[in-house]
């Protein structure tokens, strides 16, 4: 097994959560996207690190781990936070930044 | 530094130290008298400077480098003494230290501030006009040139709450100035010819003749310019009458004596230069005797006392340009000279009876003579001395005038000039015969003046008489090599100015009336100036106008167009841009892929 | 087909087909649990990659932590709409172009790469090299992730807590 077959599938990962950013409506329902995307990045950095016998790929992922449930748990807070103010998890109904 | 150098530094760096003082020193100036007593010390110091340094006889030339550039520097800064020089920081400096002593009396009514400022001024027009005598280069005599200006324009308007005053600074400056502008491109353009500023250096050249005459002419008539308008040569002889809005003490030392005889002086200093274009040299003369005629004529209508002695020196400068575009240097400065000291007495003589009575209007004086004999006397002197009477100065300065016209060969200009003396001994008179003897119109009580008036106009006097007596004893002016003819000849048509101002102001065979409608389009035309200022207002407000309405049109269109332009330009584009900002986060994330996307392809393109 | 390439195939499988599962479902509650598949899937292919250490770490938080705290958001947002939160998408065809124009760049690169084509073999420990190297060379980045972690729960409790 090649270091390429894992790199392909971090890709196909990484593609899925941008796809599923780019056209959920739902703000919880764009989280769910960004995690897999971090996911993959996760998946790269671990092959990486097998493939380069170096262990600071996985204390890398270890970080991004931490970082991304640190991140999901404020996220979740901000959208609480804009449901109750705005009544909505709709992402295309906050649009308060629109020019 | 040898003496000479040290004379001629004291005499200039003395008034300058007065002015500092006084510029910087505020109590001093505040103090008024004792400002004014300053501004005396230090003239004073420089009329004994002066004095010493004209004795001696020595000339010398002192330069300092200024403004390095490649190859040496471009410009020198320096002092030149010459005989010319001498004489003329002579009478520079007397006349300087006569008025400042007569404006201590004349001005004795004004407040301690401005007395102080008046004498500040006054140092100041002393630092450059002795600068500008002793300037060894164009560059440097071009900047005492401008300052004489500025002094000139703030003295005139010393009263600057009257409006009248106000105009005629700014005209004078104004009018100055246009010749200025000729002067500056004649020296640049003279620069850039020889590659030098300083006169000795510019003399050798025009001497071996390494000085191409070929297109110099235009360069000397610009030069020339500069005199026209500082002289106050026809056609830009109109702020020297207006110029008289100024206190009277500032006419006679600034508009009679010195600064207008800076263009006479300019002349005669480049005069080597000069000789090398007859052309300009022979419209000089013509100019000159053109604008003393003109001049003389507008002196017949004037009532203003001030006026009239105002367009008898711009006739007189007419005569000394004459001479010296006739060639006669020596006549036309003799002139200068002259005409400096008895113009100064006239006019310091005319300032006492205008602090007597309260007005200018010399129909609203008369019978004066009784009340004021020293006055008058030496009104008369400095009268019969312009008007050319034997033995005084101006008899032997003017028929070498007159001689040296006419040795040069302009024998039209000799022919108006002739007519002139005619027409300066009437009108002369006329306001001798009106202000002193005629029938008594006056108000108030006239008296002679105090003795820190009387004093300069005595001396003043003294020396007319006694220049005169000088040459009368040794026998005959300085180039009294004309015709012997000549002294007859303008000595009879000065007495019969003198009869026919006697015969229609004093005894009143002839009235005024008549003799105006005898001579009406002259005299109508001569009490509108010759529409020269009408000319002039129409000009200049015109081209004002027209300037103004092309700016504005400029600013309207052009300007605001380009701004309005683009600020709606701005608004329209971002108009269109805002409907990127959504406002919603997702449609921004395609931005970032369509960015990522941009990346990897730049990455692996070739 | 080696062992590990049977269960690299294998659990891309699961992974993808979970992944496209969280995207295109309709339930929110069935994208979460669909997550939570994809992460233990991923923590399978971690453990393929001999970092058993990261496979529990992902399975503890992920499909432990982060898993329970999206439920419990769902929960308190649908308590709060008073209704079951509908899951949609929008403008698939240009997600999914963008998303497939990324996907192609990005396999293309790593298509043109100079990958290694074997693993070299593990030396010793790897969760003790972890261990080892978070303590002594990274140590700085491991505590200030215990200020990101203080930062973050702050922040949390900040957001969410009642308007007075």
Redesign the interface.
């Known amino acids: 097994m090649g270091l390429q077959p894992y790199l392909l599938l971090a890709a196909c990962l990484f593609a899925i959560g941008l796809f599923g950013v780019l056209t959920r409506r739902n703000a919880i329902g764009i989280l769910l996207g960004i995690e897999l995307m971090l996911n993959a990045v996760n998946v790269n950095l671990v092959a990486f690190a097998r493939y380069a016998a170096d262990p600071a790929g996985l204390i890398f992922a270890l970080f991004t781990i931490s970082i991304t449930v640190a991140e999901v748990a404020l996220g979740l807070a901000i959208v609480i936070l804009i449901f109750r103010v705005r009544r909505t998890v709709e992402a295309d109904r906050l649009d308060l930044l629109k020019g | 530094m040898n003496d000479a150098g040290t004379l001629a530094l004291a005499a200039l760096g003395l008034p300058l130290c007065a002015f500092v003082l006084l510029a910087v020193v505020a109590p001093l100036r505040r103090a008024g008298k004792a400002a004014g007593a300053l501004g005396i010390a230090a003239i004073g110091g420089a009329l004994v400077a002066a004095l010493v340094l004209w004795r001696s006889g020595q000339g010398v030339e002192l330069a300092w480098s200024w403004l390095p550039a490649e190859g040496g520097p471009m410009a020198t800064v320096g002092i030149l003494v010459d005989p010319v020089a001498a004489v003329m920081l002579v009478l520079v400096a007397l006349v300087s230290f006569l008025v400042q002593l007569y404006s201590l009396g004349y001005l004795e009514h004004e407040t301690g501030p401005a007395l102080g400022r008046y004498y500040a001024y006054h140092s100041l027009f002393a630092v450059s006009m002795i600068g500008l005598v002793l300037a060894g280069n164009f560059l440097q005599m071009f900047i005492f040139w401008e300052l004489v200006g500025l002094c000139s324009y703030l003295l005139i308007g010393f009263w600057y709450d009257k409006p009248e005053a106000a105009r005629a600074a700014v005209k004078a400056f104004w009018t100055t100035k246009v010749g200025d502008l000729g002067f500056i491109i004649g020296i640049v353009l003279l620069w850039g010819r020889a590659g030098t500023f300083t006169f000795s250096e510019l003399f050798k050249m025009a001497g071996d003749g390494t000085l191409a005459p070929d297109g110099l002419g235009l360069v000397m008539f610009l030069i020339y310019l500069g005199a026209v308008g500082k002289s106050a040569q026809f056609p830009l002889h109109v702020w020297l009458p207006d110029a008289m809005e100024g206190p009277t003490p500032v006419s006679a030392l600034i508009h009679a004596a010195t600064m207008v005889a800076a263009g006479v002086y300019l002349v005669t200093r480049a005069y080597p230069l000069f000789l090398l274009t007859p052309d300009v040299l022979a419209l000089i003369g013509w100019v000159g005797a053109f604008t003393a005629l003109l001049a003389a004529v507008l002196g017949l209508v004037q009532a203003d006392i001030k006026r009239v002695l105002a367009y008898s020196t711009v006739s007189q400068l007419g005569y000394m340009m004459a001479a010296l575009g006739a060639g006669a240097l020596g006549a036309g400065f003799f002139h200068l000279l002259t005409h400096g000291l008895f113009k100064a007495l006239l006019f310091l003589g005319a300032g006492a009876v205008i602090h007597a009575v309260g007005t200018n209007d010399v129909w609203r004086m008369g019978r004066l003579g009784g009340a004021m004999p020293q006055t008058a006397i030496v009104f008369l002197v400095g009268t019969l001395a312009l008007a050319g009477i034997w033995p005084l100065a101006g008899f032997f300065s003017k028929d070498a005038v007159l001689a040296g016209v006419w040795e040069g060969g302009l024998t039209v200009p000799f022919l108006m000039l002739a007519l002139t003396v005619f027409l300066t001994a009437f009108y002369m008179f006329r306001v001798v015969f009106l202000v002193f003897f005629g029938a008594g119109r006056a108000e108030g009580h006239p008296h002679d003046p105090p003795v820190s008036m009387s004093l300069p106009l005595w001396t003043l006097a003294g020396l007319t008489v006694g220049v005169g007596g000088y040459f009368a004893l040794r026998g005959g002016g300085q180039e009294g090599h004309g015709p012997g003819w000549i002294p007859w000849v303008s000595s009879a048509l000065a007495v019969a100015g003198i009869v026919c101002a006697w015969v229609t102001y004093q005894k009143q065979a002839v009235s005024a009336e008549t003799l105006a409608r005898i001579f009406a389009p002259l005299y109508t035309a001569a009490q509108r100036k010759f529409w020269l200022d009408d000319f002039y207002g129409a000009v200049y407000r015109g081209g004002f106008l027209a300037l103004s309405r092309l700016v504005g049109w400029v600013d309207r269109y052009l300007v605001d167009g380009l701004v309005n332009w683009a600020s709606a330009w701005t608004l329209r584009v971002g108009d269109r841009l805002r409907r990127i900002q959504t406002g919603r986060a997702q449609d921004y994330l395609y931005g970032v892929a369509f960015g990522l996307l941009l990346v990897i392809v730049w990455s692996y393109w070739p | 087909m080696?062992l590990?390439?049977a269960g690299?195939w294998g659990l891309?499988l699961v992974?993808?087909a979970s992944?496209?599962a969280?995207?295109l479902s309709k339930n929110?509650f069935h994208?979460?649990l669909y997550?939570a598949l994809?992460?233990v899937a991923?923590a399978g292919?971690?453990l393929l990659?001999?970092?058993e250490?990261?496979a529990a770490?992902?399975i503890l938080?992920?499909a432990g932590?982060?898993i329970t705290?999206?439920v419990f958001?769902?929960v308190?947002?649908e308590r709060?709409?008073g209704e079951r939160?509908?899951?949609?998408?929008?403008?698939?065809a240009?997600?999914?172009l963008?998303?497939?124009?990324?996907?192609i760049?990005?396999?293309?690169?790593?298509?043109?790469a100079p990958?290694?084509?074997?693993?070299?073999p593990v030396?010793g420990d790897?969760t003790e090299?972890?261990g080892r190297?978070?303590l002594t060379r990274?140590v700085l980045?491991f505590e200030l992730?215990a200020v990101?972690?203080l930062a973050?729960?702050l922040?949390?409790?900040f957001?969410?807590r009642k308007?007075e």
């Open positions: 080696s590990e390439a690299f891309a992974l993808l992944s496209l969280v995207v929110l994208s979460v997550l994809a992460l991923t292919v971690f990659l001999h970092a250490f990261l770490v992902q938080l992920y932590g982060v705290i999206v958001a769902i308190v947002t709060l709409v939160l509908n899951q949609t998408n929008r403008g698939v240009a997600g999914g963008v998303s497939l124009a990324v996907l760049a990005i396999g293309l690169f790593v298509m043109r990958l290694p084509h074997a693993a070299p030396a790897l090299a972890i190297n978070l990274y980045p992730l990101v972690f973050a729960l922040g949390a409790l957001f969410a308007e």
